[in-house]
């Protein structure tokens, strides 16, 4: 049977289930989202003269969550067009609609009798084939399935999403015993591909691989404080970023998590095993108390840490008093900080003779045993487990490539000193004389499999740039930039510069990679894999260069850059821009002038210059424009100024996109703009919509003329600008910016619908920038930027 799924339904509307079905709508799929009917009025509604019986009333729980979907942040909503696409009902009224959907999410409480209740309710309306899956975060699927008809069975199984569901990329599929393969196949493929996910096959145990590890670890963590009388502050300042964890850590992590919600996985956990894994999952007698007292973390704004005006407090676990956050402060971290490499980092912070180490080895030593005593219960390989917790608990490195960080063989050495059982697979690895859980050989990856070493399946969606240069090697490279092959005649521009900021040496392998495409390649893809696409340009330098006087070396950086762009335009093969996260500034004005854009879902792109005292000056004020104008019909009166209005706001608010979506009803992304929602196939989807281009007969444009507002233009736009000056809204010098911005986008001081060309904007835009630079405000304002991180208003 062939599935597909075009309507689908979530019932259960709390945080996590109208998370859910924010997700579906943001990737074009019609959602009935279904609850309870309310057993009685609450206040409000009785002041309305409403009944149980009334429309509002029986659906009040799901049109609730629908409101609040456009309050939350993060925003679980990629654009706030897409509440849209969600239909809000109840389980009694609407139970029927479940005929006309493909795919039904149950997200109710966790109680294995509601549950079946429900699925007896939904087995007497779904047609047949229709997929049914719980977001259990761990009963039991195939107790769930009990009793229920051969079809439903067929099509169970559990889909276990991690909150929130737009931004977390873990999804566990969880087959139960009677699941069809070719459903498991389909909703693994589905998932991958239109939910965006990362999919890894759990087995049917508690908590199933993440939940199950990750909540071990935490209580492991807690105990240790406990024991060895660390603050959790200090705790905090060692199990976050140092480590390749989340910047929130561990304490942290646990109040935006919630303390009720950590409190119901480990309980599940504890219910469902025994001895001494059993005591591990027992909650310390401290943090109970805190849950009696409704400290449950941030959505209670009390938990581990509080807010006091501008300071964090820390609480005492043996007090549950507060007072000011502490930081862990030992000579292993400094001597850390100065290693290369997570792997090395991490080695030397566990082994360390100091409270850090103390802390850390006691930490992992007893997650990483665990995590080897469940391979083979939680999950059939280490793969499994690995990206489980990369995806869904945010670990850099999953636990065993972290064992072969810190060295398999020197740590169980030291366990084994300590009196701790080594499992199973760490002794039949061992025994065969292997050191580690992954090696490579001849350009492939293999992992351990209990008995003998497999090579790691290879996606051929999910393209590693660290890999493939080893593989493939590069083209040319400098300080800023790679040139690489991808195969098939495109190639790859990867930025690996300091937060991938553009600076001369981008700039010139950006124009060696445009005339060794033109010659060589079909297309060009301009992509990376740092943490950020790119954060604009070298801020430092440009600067420094200011503050020196050095005009001319600013104004030659600035053509330079204007031209690279003009370059990536007009390259007779077809340039991709791949953004994701920041993208900004100089990152945007790399974007804009590409034949194609294909961002990830996840693509927070604008020109924030205005934040830093400047304008864009590497086209980005005339490729926003021009951005606008593109989609507009021919031959039908435009109303220009409205157009300029708009880039003129965007520029000078320093808007950025809360997602790709976004960033199209923005103008930075067009209607033949694609975005990619799962985030790992994005350097592949650029990969064949370059092909796509070059294979369809591609034409760089043509250098055509466009109309711009002038100088009855430029006074409507100053006018907007002086009265959120007199408003107080902005600066003066915010108004200084403002002037030379109207300036550019008008085009000057020409009649309205005069006809110029790029170069004659390019021009005013950098005369504009270069006198901006040299402002001492502009100046006080990078350097703000470059030592707190944050704008300065001036």
């Known amino acids: 049977m062939a599935y597909h799924i075009q309507k689908a339904a979530v019932i259960g509307s709390g945080v996590m289930g109208s998370g ?87 997200v109710v409480v966790e ?26 975060s761990g009963i039991s699927i195939d107790a769930m399935a009990e009793g229920r008809s051969e079809d439903f069975r067929k099509h169970f199984l559990g889909t276990h999403f991690f909150n929130p569901p737009r931004y977390l990329h873990l999804l566990e599929v969880i087959p139960a015993e009677q699941t069809a393969p070719e459903v498991v196949d389909y909703m693994t493929q589905f998932a991958e591909d239109r939910l965006g996910k990362g999919v890894v096959l759990a087995k049917d145990t508690p908590n199933f691989i993440a939940n199950r590890i990750g909540t071990y670890g935490l209580l492991v963590t807690l105990r240790e404080m406990e024991a060895r009388g660390y603050t959790v502050g200090e705790v905090d300042s060692v199990t976050g970023t140092l480590i390749g964890r989340p910047k929130s850590a561990t304490f942290r992590t646990l109040d935006v998590v919630g303390l009720d919600t950590f409190m119901h996985v480990a309980k599940n956990a504890f219910d469902k095993t025994e001895g001494d894994e059993q005591k591990v999952f027992e909650l310390p007698e401290f943090m109970q108390k805190m849950i009696d007292n409704g400290w449950i973390g941030a959505k209670a704004k009390q938990g581990f840490f509080v807010k006091k005006g501008k300071d964090i407090y820390e609480i005492d676990s043996s007090t549950l008093e507060y007072s000011p956050a502490k930081k862990l402060k030992t000579p292993s971290i400094e001597m850390a900080k100065q290693q290369k490499g997570l792997g090395n980092r991490v080695k030397s912070l566990v082994y360390a003779d100091d409270r850090t180490g103390e802390l850390l080895w006691n930490i992992l030593s007893p997650t990483l045993r665990y995590a080897a005593d469940m391979h083979g219960q939680i999950a059939d390989d280490i793969i499994a487990i690995d990206n489980a917790m990369k995806w869904g608990f945010g670990w850099t490195q999953g636990p065993f490539e972290t064992w072969d960080a810190i060295g398999v063989g020197k740590s169980v050495a030291r366990m084994k000193e300590e009196g701790h059982e080594t499992p199973a697979l760490v002794e039949q690895l061992l025994s065969k004389g292997y050191e580690t859980f992954y090696k490579e050989e001849d350009n492939t ?20 740039l660290k890999r493939y240069k080893k593989q493939h090697g590069v083209i040319k490279k400098n300080s800023g930039a790679s040139l690489i092959d991808m195969g098939d005649g495109i190639a790859l521009l990867e930025f690996h510069s300091q937060s991938n900021a553009i600076g001369l040496d981008i700039m010139q392998m950006i124009n060696f990679a445009v005339d060794e495409v033109e010659k060589n390649y079909k297309g060009l893809v301009i992509g990376n894999q740092g943490k950020n696409f790119c954060v604009g340009a070298n801020l430092g330098m440009i600067l420094m260069e200011a503050q020196d006087d050095n005009i001319f070396e600013l104004d030659f950086t600035v053509r330079t850059f204007q031209n690279a762009m003009m370059k990536l335009k007009y390259s007779s093969k077809p340039v991709v821009a791949a953004p994701f996260q920041m993208t900004l500034g100089g990152g945007a004005e790399v974007c804009l002038p590409a034949a194609h854009i294909q961002a990830s879902m996840e693509t927070y792109i604008g020109l924030v210059e205005a934040g830093v005292g400047l304008i864009p000056g590497g086209g980005g004020n005339v490729g926003l424009y021009l951005k606008h104008l593109k989609g507009l019909p021919k031959g039908v009166q435009v109303d220009y100024q409205n157009i300029a209005n708009k880039v003129f706001e965007s520029i000078a608010l320093a808007k950025v996109s809360t997602s790709a979506e976004e960033a199209r009803e923005n103008n930075f992304l067009d209607f033949a703009d694609g975005i990619s929602v799962n985030p790992d196939h994005l350097l592949y989807d650029a990969k064949q919509v370059a092909l796509g281009l070059y294979n369809s007969g591609y034409q760089p444009p043509k250098k055509e003329k466009f109309p711009v507002v002038g100088e009855t233009g430029y006074a409507t736009l100053l006018l907007g600008a002086e009265g959120m000056r007199l408003s107080g809204f902005i600066s003066d010098h915010d108004m200084k910016i403002a002037k030379k911005l109207a300036y550019v986008l008008a085009g000057g001081k020409l009649p309205y619908g005069t006809l110029v060309d790029e170069q004659y904007m390019l021009d005013l835009e950098r005369e504009a920038f270069l006198s901006l630079v040299a402002e001492p405000k502009s100046q006080a304002r990078m350097q703000h930027m470059l030592v707190k991180g944050k704008p300065l208003r001036n």
């Open 111 to 136: 109680n294995l009798d509601i549950k079946k209740s429900l699925y007896e309710k939904i087995d007497s309306v779904r047609k047949p084939g229709t997929i049914v899956t719980s977001n259990t």
């Open 20 to 106: 859910i079905a924010a997700h579906l709508a943001n990737i074009g799929i019609p959602v009935l989202l279904l609850d309870i009917v309310p057993n009685r009025l609450s206040e409000d509604e009785e002041k309305k003269g409403l009944t149980l019986d009334s429309p509002a009333v029986r659906n009040r729980m799901t049109e609730s969550a629908l409101k609040n979907l456009l309050k939350q942040k993060p925003a679980p909503l990629a654009s706030k067009k897409n509440l849209a696409l969600i239909e809000a009902g109840n389980l009694e009224d609407d139970l029927g609609k479940l005929a006309d959907v493909d795919w039904i999410v149950e």
């Open 445 to 464: 990856l293999y992992y351990f499999d209990g008995e003998s070493y497999t090579p790691v399946p290879v996606n051929e969606k999910v393209i590693d």
